[in-house]
């Protein structure tokens, strides 16, 4: 499969030489997120809104965690980090390995290419996510933003094979936020955490599935056991993200820590397959009851 990595290190320089806000704006939507259209469109995100101040692109990255352009200062010290841990070649090679995985064991990805691109956080709005995160849910794109320092740096190709597994997963199975379900959602995050693993190493995942003590993630598990089926895109963030999140986002608290639903999902993919002696890129195909079913983690 083809891939393509965008300069994104040159596209912030470009960026971040520019005078003024409406400059920066502009350059950001119909030269960095031009690209990617099509994704934005399948998530009803508008390049630019047909009012001032409305929902678009520029909302959007904002809501999910990118810097917004204005913050020039604080870019440009990522931007300046970004460039010497030469991001993109890591990117690169990180995506040639997941291409290589993915091929080897007979999978694959619904589109023709698939376009990469990598972007500055904002470090106070990903706090909990210590400064990086990702989205991969539409076939033949993934995002990633992240304000690098010395705890995330390392875990680049970690994120990255995480939202790759998510293009894969969705490939074969569609995802509608309506009819989505709590069990759905712990499977589909638990997959991609468990690919990552695969990959690299349980040392370089995500904090959230990695920060939680036995007593949190035993409680977390037994919450989120008897609601398995819930269903509806609020309601299942609420078990996914945990109350701070969820309360932020106006979703209603059900009790549980952050990122609860994505150490409970990991937890039971891998449950799943050490039971049953299956390896993740089967494990990536199969259906979410299935997975629930033979996991043996809510029967304990």
Request: with cysteine.
């Amino acid at each position: 499969m083809n891939f393509l990595v965008e300069d994104t290190i040159g596209q912030y320089e470009q960026l971040f030489s520019m005078n003024n806000d409406r400059d920066r704006q502009d350059y950001f939507r119909y030269s960095m997120m031009k690209p990617f259209e099509k994704m934005w469109e399948t998530v009803n995100v508008p390049l630019k809104a047909k009012k001032p101040n409305g929902y678009d692109v520029i909302m959007a990255t904002n809501m999910l965690g990118y810097l917004d352009v204005s913050k020039t200062d604080t870019g440009k010290k990522a931007l300046e980090k970004l460039k010497e841990i030469q991001m993109l070649e890591t990117a690169y090679n990180t995506l040639d390995d997941c291409i290589y995985f993915m091929e080897k064991n007979n999978l694959s990805i619904n589109a023709d290419r698939l376009r990469f691109g990598m972007y500055i956080a904002d470090p106070k709005k990903l706090e909990l996510q210590k400064g990086y995160c990702g989205f991969g849910g539409i076939p033949g794109f993934i995002q990633v933003s992240i304000y690098p320092d010395s705890y995330n740096i390392s875990k680049i190709p970690a994120v990255i094979a995480h939202e790759f597994n998510h293009n894969i997963r969705f490939s074969y199975f569609d995802w509608n936020h309506g009819d989505v379900t709590v069990g759905d959602y712990i499977i589909i995050e638990g997959l991609a955490e468990s690919f990552a693993k695969e990959l690299y190493g349980e040392e370089l995942l995500g904090p959230w599935v990695t920060s939680f003590d036995k007593e949190e993630l035993d409680y977390s598990i037994e919450v989120v056991k008897d609601a398995l089926d819930v269903k509806g895109f609020a309601e299942v963030s609420s078990y996914m993200f945990g109350d701070k999140i969820s309360m932020e986002q106006g979703y209603k608290p059900v009790g549980l820590p952050a990122f609860a639903g994505y150490a409970v999902g990991f937890q039971v993919v891998q449950s799943f397959m050490k039971e049953n002696n299956i390896r993740i890129a089967e494990a990536t195909l199969l259906e979410t009851k299935e997975i629930i079913n033979k996991c043996g983690l809510f029967n304990k």
